[in-house]
């Protein structure tokens, strides 16, 4: 076997059989760190409240998203399951095995840049401790930011460049803690938001569930578009996860185990954690007479310190946890496949580290100008096509045959070298796929009517996943050869 120094180093090695100690509670303390997060939290409740659909309809869409979702990664999974091998190294066989740099610094840069989104977020719960029990808010220094937050977003980043200096095996334990102590703070402040907010909060609930008006990018869609418009940005936000899932499966047991987390972990997670934020959303409204998007707002408002102990706890580690789920690993590896001789998975993690520092405290004075949704669906639409090209290239043009050690292998001859190591076929998949799937978001960068015809489809880029990982399977498949 030849392995090339710009393909290989032990971080990507193909996991042996020892190491493989997953089961399906590791993977689904995965998904339970991914739902947990303050962003899920927000973006959850303001489906409930911006998409005009009823509340039964919008958990309809939220569950049958995760059904999907659950089934996007059983696929993605099992090749890391079978061959021991992570995300980059797998979409060698679509791209080539220098080409799939490309697919892997996307969805490096997409985690990078949540990563300090979230380091961002977890900070918010360290600076509400700090201000519950100093009673110091602080002045706005420097982006927009306090001396406060800027203390609790330095004390979140360096907390998690230790956690990761240590290794993966510090990092599951940290999940398969944090994942069940968050549900119960959160069901805990459900209590207390329902015990406060008394009969007003089956009021608002109902409100709620009898749909509203819509916002935020609804507006102008039916009930199908709107149920769609949900369903697809639900999917758009596990978006990164689910492209890159081989890196946590590939240290699973087998892939019964797999799929058995993927079930409990996603569906379970989506059903219990949206029936939490509806109660706790409800019950806000009830008690300050208006909808409060951020969490730590909300624990603040309720002013009781004791609370606000144990939902800054909560928080900080429900948000850390998703930032060592979706936005550490995958870049650490990622930079990793880029130069394996230089990088290892330990450098990765500074330089992302480092680049999330800076996102972070651009947040609020910058990127939060954004949006929440429109911000989603983009980074969704960018990693979609990538998806689709990589399992119908498995499945169908490969039919899940794969040489594992031709994928270290930078010679000529090499089965995954193509054209001087780029698939081009599935790199120009990727390009037309993503440009229409982007243009879904922001359709004024189309052309050929497709402007015109995303403009007035509405929905605010929500179906950008779907589009983007559909159109290119489709698009890969109709210029590549099957074999």
């Known amino acids: ?24 509670f590791e993977i689904f303390n995965v998904w339970a760190n991914d739902v947990q997060s303050l962003f899920g939290y927000t973006l959850a409740a303001s489906l409930f409240l911006a998409s005009g659909l009823n ?12 059904f999907f979702i659950m089934w996007l990664v059983n696929l993605s999974g099992k090749p890391s399951v079978k061959h021991g091998i992570p995300y980059p190294v797998f979409a060698r066989v679509s791209m080539g095995v220098f080409g799939a740099n490309f697919p892997a610094m996307a969805r490096g840069l997409v985690a990078m840049f949540w990563y300090g989104a979230q380091t961002y977020a977890a900070s918010t ?34 907390f998690q460049v230790y956690l990761f200096w240590q290794g993966v095996d510090l990092i599951k334990k940290f999940l398969n803690f944090s994942g069940p102590a968050v549900y119960a703070v959160m069901i805990f402040l459900m209590i207390v938001i329902w015990v406060k907010a008394g009969g007003g909060l089956f009021s608002e609930v109902g409100t709620i569930f009898s749909g509203g008006e819509r916002t935020g990018g609804f507006e102008g869609l039916g009930t ?39 079930l409990w972990g996603l569906v379970g997670n ?64 990622d930079l990793a496949n880029l130069m394996p001789s230089k990088i290892n998975f ?33 980074l969704g639409a960018i990693l979609a096509p990538v998806f689709g090209i990589m399992m119908v290239d498995y499945y169908i043009i490969k039919k899940e045959k794969i040489d594992v050690d031709a994928l270290f292998d930078d010679s000529s001859s090499g089965q995954y070298h193509y054209n ?30 497709l402007d015109d015809f995303f403009a007035n489809l509405g929905g605010g880029g929500g179906y950008a996943w779907i589009i983007g990982a559909s159109l290119g399977a489709v698009v890969h498949l109709a210029i590549s050869k099957r074999s």
């Open 1 to 24: 076997m030849s392995r090339s120094s710009k393909l290989y180093n032990s971080d990507l090695a193909p996991t042996p059989s020892s190491k493989k100690n997953w089961g399906w």
């Open 55 to 66: 509340g039964w309809a919008v958990f309809a869409a939220l569950i049958l998203a995760g």
């Open 125 to 158: 719960a360290v600076a509400l401790l700090i201000t519950g029990v100093t009673g110091i808010e602080g002045e706005v220094m420097l982006l927009g930011m306090t001396g406060v937050m800027w203390v609790s977003f330095i004390f979140v980043s360096a």
């Open 224 to 262: 199908i578009g709107a149920f769609i418009a949900v369903f697809s940005i639900m999917v758009g936000y596990f978006a990164a996860v689910v492209i890159n899932f081989g890196d946590f499966a590939r240290f699973v047991k087998n892939e019964d185990e797999m799929r058995k987390g993927n």
């Open 270 to 333: 989506v059903i219990l954690f949206s029936f939490i934020t509806l109660m706790i959303t409800g019950g806000t409204i009830a008690i300050f007479g208006e909808y409060v998007s951020s969490p730590t707002e909300m624990v603040a408002k309720v002013d009781n310190l004791g609370l606000t102990i144990i939902a800054a706890f909560a928080f900080f580690a429900a948000t850390v946890g998703i930032n060592m789920v979706a936005n550490f690993i995958p870049p650490a590896y």
């Open 346 to 378: 330990k450098t990765g993690g500074l330089i992302t580290a480092g680049f999330g520092f800076i996102i972070g405290g651009m947040w609020v004075a910058v990127i939060t100008q954004m949006g929440l949704f429109p911000f989603v669906n983009t």
């Open 420 to 449: 001087g190591g780029f698939n081009y076929k599935g790199m120009l998949a990727w390009i037309i796929s993503g440009y229409v799937a982007v243009g879904s978001v922001w359709p004024n960068i189309l052309i050929l009517g």
